[in-house]
Each structure stands twice: as C-alpha cells, then as structure tokens.
C-alpha cells in the first residue's frame, strides 16, 4: 500500500524482519527509522529485511472479520440465553400466581354479583293529580315543584 505523504515521496508499508536482539536505527526523518540495525550496544550489525505488507495486512483483516463474526455470535447465543432465563423465569412465576390472581378475581366478581342484586330498583316517579278548582276557590296556580305520591 503506498501513500502519497507529500509532493515527490511515496510511502510503503512493509514487514520487518530482523535477527533478535537488535533493534532498527533511528531515521535522520523525526518520527522515522532506518532499515539499519543495531545491537544492545547500539553498534551498527546489519541491514533489516523489508517485505511488502499487503499479504500480511489482508491477512490480519480477513482474521479480524472472523473475529469480529466470532465475537457476534458469542454475543448472539449470550442474549438468547439470558432471554430464554428471563422467560423461564416470568413462566415460574406466573404458575405459581395464577391460582391466588384467580382466586382474587373471583372473590371480586362474586362481590360485584352480591351488591347488584342488593340493589332494588326505585319505583318510578308520577306527578301527583293537580285538584280541581270549586266555585269558591280559586284555581292553584301552576308551580313548577313536582308532587310526589
């Protein structure tokens, strides 16, 4: 894979291999390294060996997607156990309710079955006949209170 970094210089990425105990030499670039090699005294041994990466970097995406798929299946059969738990467990729980909720249930419904038929319906309301006037009365006059027989 190559980089344009700036106008003139391309940039490579490689594999490093290198005999051990040595370690690469510091580039005249900040930031950089040599391919130059240098022991623990840091007296020049060698040259480091420079191998394209591209192998080696599709090969670490092709593990990191495998990983990644690995990791989502894990998650996967993770979830599905925890909800099969908490179903399980709702499950437990509703057997062992059911019988007291029913028993509630009936209790109240039998206790709305008792106060309806307690319950007497009133005898409808009949206005009460407006008397008739005699020769010495006068006629009642009309009021708007209702009489109740």
Do not use: C, W
Request: glycine share 6%; proline share 7%; aromatic share 4%.
């Amino acid at each position: 894979m190559a980089y344009d970094e700036e106008p003139g210089t391309i940039r490579d990425m490689f594999v490093v291999e290198r005999p051990v105990g040595t370690s690469l030499s510091d580039s005249s670039s900040p930031g950089g390294i040599s391919a130059l090699l240098r022991d623990a005294a840091n007296v020049l041994a060698g040259h480091a060996v420079l191998y394209p990466a591209d192998a080696e970097l599709d090969d670490l995406k092709a593990e990191a997607r495998e990983e990644g798929r690995q990791e989502g299946v894990v998650k996967g059969v993770v979830i599905g156990v925890v909800a099969t738990t908490a179903v399980a467990v709702l499950g437990a729980v509703a057997v062992k309710a059911a019988p007291h909720i029913k028993s509630k249930f009936n209790d109240f419904r039998s206790k709305l079955n008792r106060k309806t038929e307690e319950v007497v319906e009133p005898a409808p309301l009949r206005a009460a006949p407006e008397p008739t006037a005699t020769a010495n009365e006068e006629a009642p006059s009309h009021s708007r209170h209702l009489h109740v027989a």
